[in-house]
């Protein structure tokens, strides 16, 4: 959109431009064009433009992809959106504060890509909104003011590096990929903005995120003063910076992401911390009647597909939401998909609902001994030849997981999930669907 047809808009609706709300136009056509190449459209995709204003950005993505959904604070300028795209089914409109907007519907439209210039005042709580792990994005492209962009993607030893880039940079791979000028805004910012692309990052150990960035949090509180300081007591805190190759006066700007993620795991005091599966753990081996007949190892078991025990547990808070867990991509069967709350095998000699016990304090740290039996489902290949037993429970304390174990976990509406499974059952592990149809078909009043 040319500068012209801005202010025409502008006109009709009524808006004049906030700086207060970050209100800065792009009237450049070819340098919309140039931030949406970008995202790498495929007509699969769904897009989600936070702040499109008058469309400049979003005229170059429609027509593109499967969907867009426009997510615009100002009501006046959602209203001419919807009027403007009305002929269009492809396209949603949502009047709503970007920092207020709920992400867990959008993991059933996947593949999902991000798109926004992001208005200067908010931009930190839009990214914290929409970029925090979990989120449902392959792919996202921001525009804000260059210093932020460059806080972003800055290093140990820059003047821009601090807890904006340790927290971004622990989920994204950032690229800065362009600079935009201030002429082409309409009205002319006194800053420069700049450009990146997020890409999602699986390259990095597991590791506490909740714990990640209280250390950061602390470390950053009073940059200026030495770590050991301002982080837990450690006694062989030289020990352990020796390992890093920093002197024992290290302040936190002197880290880099490795360096912190090995304080986390330092000062993770989890018993799960470390990778807890072991292919010689002993599990009872039934046969078809559910009689235990023998003990195996897990890896023996998997192995030759051997009849087994394992529990499920669906975890509920008071709005009927269900806890799902991301799953580590350090499992060996299903890594990087969603799963029940809480799941694990039935150890030698245990009985089923012992193990459901366990492995909701395990997983989950919640400490419940009253469980609700579902339901049971029969060995079969998408059980992985396991006897499992579905167990419900409500609970709505705090929550502590192993990183090892568990990526991730997030309540969702039941009627989400019902929608996510339909459009992507590839995203669950196979044990989760069957215990999801048998929860369906026995499901407790509400």
């Given at each position: 959109m040319t500068e012209r047809e801005i202010r025409q808009v502008l006109h009709l609706t009524g808006v004049m431009p906030s700086r207060q709300l970050g209100q800065n136009f792009l009237t450049d056509a070819n340098t919309a064009r140039g931030i949406v190449d970008h995202l790498d459209l495929q007509p699969e995709d769904t897009v989600v433009e936070v702040g499109p204003g008058t469309g400049a950005l979003t005229g170059h993505v429609v027509g593109r992809v499967k969907k867009v959904i426009l997510v615009e604070f100002d009501s006046r300028l959602a209203a001419a959106l919807r009027e403007k795209f009305s002929h269009r089914t492809d396209i949603e409109v949502v009047h709503q504060d970007a920092v207020e907007f709920d992400l867990r519907s959008l993991f059933a439209h996947r593949p999902v890509k991000f798109i926004g210039n992001l208005p200067y005042a908010s931009g930190g709580a839009i990214m914290k909104n929409f970029l925090s792990v979990p989120h449902p994005f392959d792919r996202a492209v921001i525009m804000l003011q260059k210093e932020v962009i460059d806080r972003l993607s800055a290093s140990p030893g820059q003047s821009d590096y601090g807890l904006l880039s340790l927290r971004i940079q622990s989920a994204w791979h950032v690229e800065t990929v362009m600079e935009v000028p201030p002429e082409v805004f309409?009205?002319?910012?006194?800053?420069?903005?700049?450009?990146?692309?997020?890409?999602?990052?699986?390259?990095?150990?597991?590791?506490?995120?909740?714990?990640?960035?209280?250390?950061?949090?602390?470390?950053?509180?009073?940059?200026?003063?030495?770590?050991?300081?301002?982080?837990?007591?450690?006694?062989?805190?030289?020990?352990?910076?020796?390992?890093?190759?920093?002197?024992?006066?290290?302040?936190?700007?002197?880290?880099?992401?490795?360096?912190?993620?090995?304080?986390?795991?330092?000062?993770?005091?989890?018993?799960?911390?470390?990778?807890?599966?072991?292919?010689?753990?002993?599990?009872?081996v039934v046969d078809e009647n559910d009689r235990v007949v023998g003990q195996s190892?897990?890896?023996?078991?998997?192995?030759?597909?051997?009849?087994?025990?394992?529990?499920?547990?669906?975890v509920f808070n008071k709005r009927r939401d269900l806890l799902l867990q991301l799953r580590s991509r350090w499992k060996d069967n299903h890594p990087s998909v969603w799963d029940s709350s809480a799941a694990g095998h039935v150890d030698a000699g245990e009985d089923y609902l012992t193990c459901a016990v366990r492995e909701l304090k395990e997983e989950l740290g919640v400490e419940k001994e009253e469980l609700v039996?579902?339901?049971?489902?029969?060995?079969?290949?998408?059980?992985?030849?396991?006897?499992?037993?579905?167990?419900?429970?409500?609970?709505?304390?705090?929550?502590?997981?192993?990183?090892?174990?568990?990526?991730?976990?997030?309540?969702?509406?039941?009627l989400e999930i019902e929608k996510w499974l339909q459009n992507r059952p590839s995203d669950f592990a196979s044990g989760f669907i069957e215990c999801w149809k048998l929860f369906q078909e026995t499901r407790l009043p509400s």
């Open positions: 309409y009205p002319i910012p006194q800053v420069d903005s700049s450009v990146a692309v997020l890409l999602p990052r699986a390259d990095l150990p597991a590791f506490d995120r909740r714990l990640f960035d209280e250390l950061l949090r602390r470390g950053f509180g009073q940059r200026r003063k030495q770590l050991h300081k301002l982080l837990p007591r450690c006694d062989d805190w030289p020990t352990l910076v020796a390992k890093l190759g920093k002197p024992a006066t290290v302040r936190a700007e002197e880290l880099n992401l490795q360096q912190w993620l090995t304080l986390t795991h330092h000062f993770d005091d989890h018993p799960l911390k470390e990778i807890p599966q072991k292919g010689s753990e002993l599990f009872d190892t897990r890896a023996e078991i998997h192995a030759s597909n051997t009849l087994h025990r394992a529990v499920h547990i669906f039996e579902i339901g049971k489902i029969s060995p079969c290949k998408t059980t992985g030849w396991e006897f499992v037993t579905l167990y419900a429970v409500e609970y709505q304390g705090p929550l502590r997981f192993p990183c090892s174990e568990i990526d991730a976990i997030q309540w969702f509406p039941m």
